[in-house]
């Protein structure tokens, strides 16, 4: 009776950190500095004639939206996150014209499939933001690439053309993501790739997550290992 109590408790407890660490991830979502931004473009591009790009504008921020509320679900469709990311890579792209290009390459097959809501957004913020931007010169890509690894297993990577970084820092932010959980009220560098890396886990299991490799000068990827499971099921096929 004690142990299933005490099992009981901490089923409870991962409960209560998982709609805690859901809503620090919206919170986080809802960014300030981006929506005034984007929104600055917007009104811009309407006042110099640009409407067809403002109209474009606003539908993909109003899909981000829309995918980072969900209806309150925590868990959504492969092919519902990367609508998430298309739409905020197309916001970037029009702010960054002279500095982003991106290119989206999954299977078909892979949309269907459960991923934790706003895993991938976080993750391109962090390729454009501290890969492509630092670039001195010339434009960076960010690739997203999806494939079935086996009969039960997924990966989706995404892989960026910039800066890169020191093997140091690479092996600082692989010793970040073997925590098993993190500081909510923890904030700053890598706080966004630890707090996907959490959710993944307590959603899917310790064998789940990210891992990172990256060169200085040459580029970053990130690849995200996932179960094969069917979103509308919630079983494994």
């Known amino acids: ?54 109209g474009e504008l606003l539908e993909s921020l109003s899909t981000i939206f829309r995918v980072t ?32 290009d991106y290119v989206i390459n999954i299977d078909d097959e892979l949309k269907k499939y459960e991923i934790v809501k706003i895993t991938l957004q976080p ?25 079935r690894v086996d009969p039960d297993h997924l990966k989706l990577s995404v892989i960026d053309d910039g800066v890169g970084m020191s093997q140091e820092k690479l092996f600082a932010l692989q010793a970040s993501l073997t925590q098993p959980h993190f500081n909510l009220e923890t904030e700053g560098k890598g706080y966004s790739l630890m707090n996907i890396n959490s959710r993944i886990k307590l959603y899917f299991g310790p064998n789940y997550g990210l891992t990172y490799s990256s060169e200085e000068g040459v580029g970053t990827r990130v690849d995200i290992f ?7 099921e919630g079983t494994k096929e």
């Open 1 to 54: 009776i004690e142990n299933l109590g005490h099992l009981l408790e901490e089923m409870y407890q991962e409960q209560i950190f998982k709609r805690k660490i859901a809503l620090k991830t919206l919170h986080s979502q809802i960014n300030p500095h981006f929506l005034y931004n984007t929104l600055d473009s917007i009104s811009w591009m309407v006042e110099t004639g640009r409407r067809e790009e403002a």
């Open 69 to 100: 509320l969900s209806g309150g679900r925590d868990i959504i469709e492969i092919g519902e996150e990367l609508d998430h990311a298309e739409n905020y890579l197309r916001v970037q792209r029009i702010r960054y014209q002279d500095k982003l």
């Open 123 to 147: 993750i391109i913020e962090n390729a454009i933001y501290h890969g492509i931007k630092p670039k001195p010169n010339g434009r960076g890509t960010v690739v997203i690439v999806g494939h």
């Open 226 to 232: 996932l179960p094969v499971t069917r979103a509308e």
